[in-house]
C-alpha cells in the first residue's frame, strides 16, 4: 500500500507542478501591470488588454490539447506546454516593444491552456476513486503555491532598484523568472508515467494494467481494466455525443460550472490584486506586501479544500464557498461605496473571499470537469468546458479596468456578488455529488434512463 502511494503521489507532484507554472505565469502580470501600464503609457481598455493577452493563447491551448492529447498521450502534450512557458519567459526579458510583449504572452497562455486541461485529466485518470478529489486539488494547490511563489519573486524583483528601473527592466525579470519552474516541469515529465487510460484507448493494456496495478494492486486494477473496457465498447467518442440527452447535462454542468469559477471575480484579485490596494490608498510597497498575504490565504485554503473534498463531498463545499464569496463580495462593494478603505476592511473582506473561494470553486471546477465526461471524450471534452473558462477569464480580466473607470469599485464588485449568488443556485440545482465513485460510475448517471 505505501509503495501504491508513493507511485500514486509522484505522478500527482509532476502534473501539480503544471499547476504551478499555471499559477506562476497567469499571476504574474499582478505585480508588472503597473509598471507596463506606465511604461506604454497605457489606456484603461490597453491595460486590461496587456493584462489579459495571454488568455488568447489559453483559449487556443484549451481548444488543441484534448483532441493533440487523444492523438498524442497527455504526458507528451503537457511537454509541449512546459517549452510554451518556457519560449514566453525568454521571449518577453528581450525589450522588443509592446506587441513582442503580447506575442510572447499568447505563447505563455497555450501552455497554461494545456496544462489547464491536460494537468487534472492526468491525475483523474491515475488516482483512485478513493482519494482522487484530493489528488485533483493537489493540481490547485500547485496553481496557488505558483501564485504566492510569483509574488515574492514580484515583489523582491521590484525591491531591487528605483521605480524608473522596474518601469524599464523590472517587470521583464518578473516574467523571465519563470523559466526555472519551466525547466523543472520538463525534466521532470521525463521519467513520468503515462496515462493508463490513455493507454488503454489505444489498446495498450499491458502497459495500462502495469500502471493500475501499482496504483490499485493487482486485484483492483482487473476491475478497473473491465470498467474501461466497458466504457471504451460504448463508442461515445464523438464530439456529437455531448448535445444529446445524457452526456449534454455533464457537459452544461462543464461549461457552467467553469464560466462561474471566473466571473465570481477570482483573477480581477490576482492580476490586479496591487492596484485594487493602491486604490485604498496604500502605497506600492504595501499593495505588493498585501497581495503576499492574498497568495498566502490562497495556499492555506486550499489545503483545508484537499483535506475535506474526500469527506464532506464536492458539491457541500462548492455550496458554501459560493454562499461565503457572495457575502464577502458584498462587503468589499459596501467598503467602496462608503468609502471606508482605510485600514483593513477592503483587505480584509477580500481575504475571506478567497479563502471561500480556495475551499470551493477554485479546486472544485477542476475535480469536477475531470470526473463528469467518458474515458472516450474526456479529452475533447474538458477542452470545450476551459475553453469557456478562459474566455471567461479573459472577459472579466479586460472589463475590470473598464468597469473601474465608468462605474466605480463598489459596483463593480457587486456585479461579481451576484455572479456568485447565481453560482449557489446553479450548483445547488444541477451538480450531482461524485464523491466516491470510479470515473465509469459516474459515466454511468449520464445514462438517458429508460
Not at 500502471?211 to 460504448?234: D, F, R
Not at 464577502?328 to 481575504?351: E, S
Not at 471546477?365 to 470526473?371: L, P, Q, R
Request: with cysteine.
Amino acid at each position: 500500500m505505501q509503495a501504491q502511494l508513493r507511485f500514486i503521489y509522484q505522478c500527482t507532484m509532476v502534473a501539480a507542478i503544471g499547476g504551478l507554472l499555471f499559477g506562476y505565469d497567469t499571476a504574474v502580470v499582478a505585480g508588472a501591470i503597473g509598471y507596463i501600464e506606465e511604461k506604454y503609457q497605457l489606456s484603461a481598455a490597453m491595460t486590461g488588454w496587456a493584462a489579459s493577452c495571454a488568455l488568447i493563447g489559453c483559449m487556443l491551448g484549451a481548444m488543441i490539447a484534448g483532441g493533440l492529447s487523444d492523438k498524442l498521450g497527455r504526458r507528451k502534450v503537457l511537454m509541449i506546454s512546459g517549452w510554451a512557458f518556457a519560449l514566453s519567459s525568454i521571449g518577453i526579458m528581450f525589450p522588443l516593444g509592446l506587441n513582442a510583449f503580447i506575442f510572447f504572452r499568447m505563447i505563455g497562455g497555450i501552455g497554461i491552456g494545456i496544462a489547464s486541461i491536460l494537468a487534472p485529466m492526468y491525475i483523474s485518470e491515475i488516482a483512485p476513486a478513493s482519494i482522487r478529489g484530493r489528488l485533483i486539488s493537489i493540481y490547485q494547490l500547485g496553481i496557488v503555491i505558483g501564485i504566492l511563489l510569483i509574488y515574492f519573486v514580484n515583489a523582491a524583483i521590484a525591491g531591487l532598484h528605483d521605480h524608473q528601473w522596474n518601469v524599464e527592466m523590472g517587470w521583464r525579470w518578473m516574467f523571465g523568472s519563470g523559466l526555472l519552474p519551466s525547466v523543472v516541469f520538463i525534466l521532470l515529465l521525463l521519467r513520468a508515467p503515462e496515462s493508463p487510460r490513455w493507454l488503454a484507448a489505444q489498446n495498450n493494456w499491458s502497459a495500462a494494467d502495469d500502471i493500475l496495478i501499482k496504483v490499485n494492486g493487482k486485484e483492483k486494477a482487473q476491475e478497473e481494466i473491465q470498467s474501461i473496457k466497458a466504457s471504451l465498447n460504448e463508442k461515445q467518442g464523438r464530439f456529437v455525443e455531448l448535445i444529446r440527452p445524457g452526456l449534454r447535462t455533464a457537459f452544461v454542468i462543464g461549461v457552467v460550472l467553469a464560466i462561474f469559477s471566473q466571473v465570481t471575480g477570482i483573477n480581477v484579485i490576482m492580476y490586479y490584486a496591487p492596484e485594487i490596494f493602491k486604490a485604498t490608498g496604500d502605497g506600492t510597497s504595501s499593495a505588493l506586501t498585501q497581495t503576499i498575504w492574498v497568495g498566502g490565504i490562497n495556499v492555506l485554503m486550499t489545503l483545508v479544500a484537499i483535506k475535506y473534498v474526500d469527506q464532506l463531498g464536492r458539491k457541500k463545499l462548492l455550496l458554501i464557498g459560493s454562499a461565503g464569496m457572495s457575502i464577502c463580495l458584498a462587503l468589499v462593494g459596501l467598503a467602496f461605496y462608503q468609502q471606508a478603505t482605510d485600514g483593513y476592511w477592503v483587505l480584509g473582506g477580500i481575504l475571506l473571499y478567497i479563502s471561500f473561494f480556495a475551499i470551493s470553486l477554485g479546486p472544485l471546477t477542476f475535480v469536477v470537469i475531470a470526473e463528469i465526461f467518458p474515458n472516450s471524450i474526456r479529452g475533447r471534452a474538458m477542452g470545450a468546458a476551459i475553453f469557456f473558462l478562459w474566455l471567461s477569464v479573459y472577459l472579466v480580466s479586460q472589463t475590470f479596468p473598464m468597469l473601474l473607470e465608468s462605474i466605480g469599485s463598489a459596483f463593480t464588485f457587486w456585479i461579481y456578488m451576484i455572479m456568485s449568488i447565481l453560482s449557489f443556485l446553479f450548483i445547488w440545482r444541477m451538480v450531482p455529488e461524485t464523491k466516491g465513485k470510479t470515473l465509469e460510475e459516474i459515466q454511468d448517471l449520464w445514462k438517458p434512463k429508460t
